[in-house]
């Protein structure tokens, strides 16, 4: 196994020579956004639509990104190729660089500091196939959740009470509304057609979850932007979750109500089967 490159603020160094500064935004304050990005087969997969929402993240926190969109994804494309990644991830981050602490922004000659990294990561098949249980958690969450920010206290709090529990998720609700998982988008089938809450400032917006509505929609499979509730969720004919690494989860449990018949439902089956195509598809896969 070759040691691992990562790329620190513009160059590429071996893992172990990779330190922060401990006066890095990042590292003190959260004050940065990130993604996660697929690898399928050696191919990097929505590659564009991640890299355009950190673009995004980094415009609604007024963040400057020192690259341009083509050199990082160049070295998004280098990183894959050097660690020589088959079946993975790149995790990519930007803060807001190093300067001393002090709440408001530095000055504007302070540059972003970016780090990118990969992983060696294999898809949750077993998971996908007999689905995953859920716990419901109040959302404590800020109100720009749109934001796919460093910050993620009221997720991590969220997931480790779930997963302290045994469960898969924390699916979390405002009051009676159901927004997301901490670290996925929910939803739900009723009467056979998928629900899910609106791209407002209280979800993430998931590029998995926007992929899941194009296959939707481009199969006749009714796909409705609407909050629903968590009375609706405990009733529905299925739920699953969706994130980039997780893909489409079905979820047969939350806290003790089982979902239909505690089996994936058909519907979450099919669109799983959309899905695996449209990866196939798109990172050129061969065989099954
Ligand atoms: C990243 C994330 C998701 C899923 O987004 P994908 O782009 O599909 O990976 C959903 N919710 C939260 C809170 C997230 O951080």
Not at 164 to 175: K, T, V
Request: aromatic content about 8%; some cysteine.
């Amino acid at each position: 196994m070759t040691v691992e490159t990562v790329f620190l603020n513009g160059e590429f160094v071996k893992r172990k020579d990779a330190k922060v500064d401990i006066e890095d935004r990042g590292y003190q304050f959260g004050d940065g956004i990130y993604e996660v990005i697929r690898v399928y087969n050696g191919e990097v997969f929505t590659m564009d639509e991640h890299m355009e929402r950190l673009y995004q993240s980094a415009e609604k926190m007024k963040l400057k990104i020192p690259f341009e969109f083509k050199e990082l994804s160049s070295i998004v494309f280098k990183l894959i190729e050097v660690n020589e990644v088959q079946e993975g991830s790149v995790y990519m981050q930007v803060s807001r660089g190093i300067s001393p602490r002090q709440h408001h922004f530095p000055a504007g000659d302070v540059s972003g500091s970016v780090i990118a990294y990969t992983k060696e990561m294999k898809r949750p098949l077993k998971q996908m196939q007999e689905g995953v249980t859920a716990m419901l958690v109040e959302d404590i969450r800020w109100l720009r959740c749109d934001i796919k920010s460093l910050n993620l206290l009221g997720n991590l709090l969220a997931k480790e009470e779930a997963a302290s529990r045994g469960h898969f998720e924390a699916i979390q609700h405002r009051g009676e509304t159901v927004t997301e998982g901490s670290s996925s988008n929910a939803f739900i089938v009723k009467d056979g057609t998928i629900f899910t809450h609106p791209a407002t400032n209280l979800i993430l917006n998931g590029i998995t979850r926007r992929v899941i509505k194009e296959l939707a929609d481009k199969n006749g499979v009714p796909f409705v932007e609407k909050t629903f509730t968590v009375d609706e969720l405990l009733s529905a004919e299925e739920i699953f979750i969706a994130s980039t690494t997780s893909e489409v989860m079905p979820v047969v449990k939350v806290d003790d109500v089982t979902i239909g018949q505690g089996v994936p439902g058909s519907l979450t089956t099919k669109l799983q089967e959309l899905f695996s195509k449209r990866i196939k598809e798109d990172c050129k896969v061969q065989a099954v």
